[in-house]
């Protein structure tokens, strides 16, 4: 059965299912955000959505606003089956939602309806899950409160960072929306309703969620690593220069919050408000990634020392 597909996406997240879905459907426009300067030099840098729609020969608009009437017109004349959105960044409308016949379908990176929210991978791993996932859901008004359509499920990893998982999910997400989709195209599949009283949210990170607190328990520390890895990442303060935690482990042991209990070819362990954390791999500003014993040594940090 022949699928006529609006995509919406902006991030590489996106990137896989929007190629997943050309090999298989017929996609007739791409939306995405619009370019802007990035980096230090501040270069103009089109998403990696735009990107690949390029790559494909696809056309692919950045519109400011989705309520412009012209938006609706053009949708209205390209009579879309399904309108899929990823990681889009822009809410839709209920006129454009309402639009194509089989729905506008969503690809969350999160087993709804738990960490609804803009940052579910990170939510994940922040609030110690065992595992994490992709929902496909058919979408309302509501900030990811849509029916849900499919789910597939996989383990979080005692060692798994933010950009770990975001790379199995980008991958199973591919899959999981052209499975579906084929299924809603051929009436197989039966959405449903979330349940509300389960619901738990998330919001945008922000670069002072990175900042270590050897107060709190080690293995919070540990899941606050990971979850900021790669952004906006974790980091401690030496006097007022943020050093960039790469890696670390909670460990067993005890001691002050924020004293070095000794320095290793593994690393530095410190006291923290229970138990032992050690840094594995750290970053000074404007140098490399290094491990945190090479650290130590250049910074002459010894056992006794405070980080704080």
């Not at 499919?150 to 798994?160: T, W």
């Not at 002072?208 to 606050?224: E, P």
């Not at 840094?279 to 140098?287: M, T």
Request: with cysteine.
């Amino acid at each position: 059965m022949t699928c006529r597909i609006v995509f919406m996406g902006s991030p590489e997240f996106a990137t896989t299912t929007l190629r997943a879905l050309y090999e298989h459907f017929e996609i007739i426009q791409v939306f995405s955000q619009a370019d802007k300067p990035t980096g230090r030099g501040k270069a103009i840098t089109s998403t990696p959505v735009k990107r690949v729609s390029q790559q494909l020969g696809l056309p692919c608009c950045e519109p400011e606003n989705l309520r412009d009437p012209g938006i609706l017109d053009m949708l209205k004349e390209l009579e879309p089956d399904a309108i899929v959105v990823v990681a889009y960044g822009k809410f839709l409308p209920e006129s454009i939602l309402e639009l194509p016949r089989t729905g506008c379908l969503n690809l969350h990176a999160s087993l709804l309806p738990r960490h609804r929210g803009p940052s579910p991978i990170s939510a994940s791993i922040l609030s110690g899950d065992d595992e994490t996932g992709l929902t496909v859901m058919l979408m309302d008004l509501g900030m990811d409160t849509g029916a849900i359509l499919s789910q597939r499920k996989i383990p979080i990893g005692e060692r798994d960072s933010t950009g770990d998982l975001h790379d199995k999910l980008m991958e199973l997400g591919a899959s999981l929306m052209v499975e579906t989709l084929s299924k809603l195209m051929n009436n197989a599949i039966k959405p449903v309703p979330q349940d509300d009283s389960k619901a738990t949210y998330c919001r945008l990170l922000r670069k002072s969620d990175g900042l270590l607190d050897w107060n709190l328990d080690a293995k919070q520390l540990d899941r606050i690593v990971r979850a900021m890895n790669p952004w906006p990442g974790a980091f401690f303060l030496m006097g007022h220069e943020p050093v960039k935690v790469w890696s670390g482990i909670a460990s067993e042991g005890q001691a002050e919050p924020g004293m070095i209990t000794g320095v290793t070819p593994d690393g530095i362990e410190i006291g923290t408000g229970n138990g032992l954390f050690r840094l594995e791999e750290v970053q000074a500003p404007s140098k490399k990634r290094i491990s945190s014993s090479d650290f130590a040594r250049g910074k002459r940090l010894k056992e006794g020392t405070y980080l704080i």
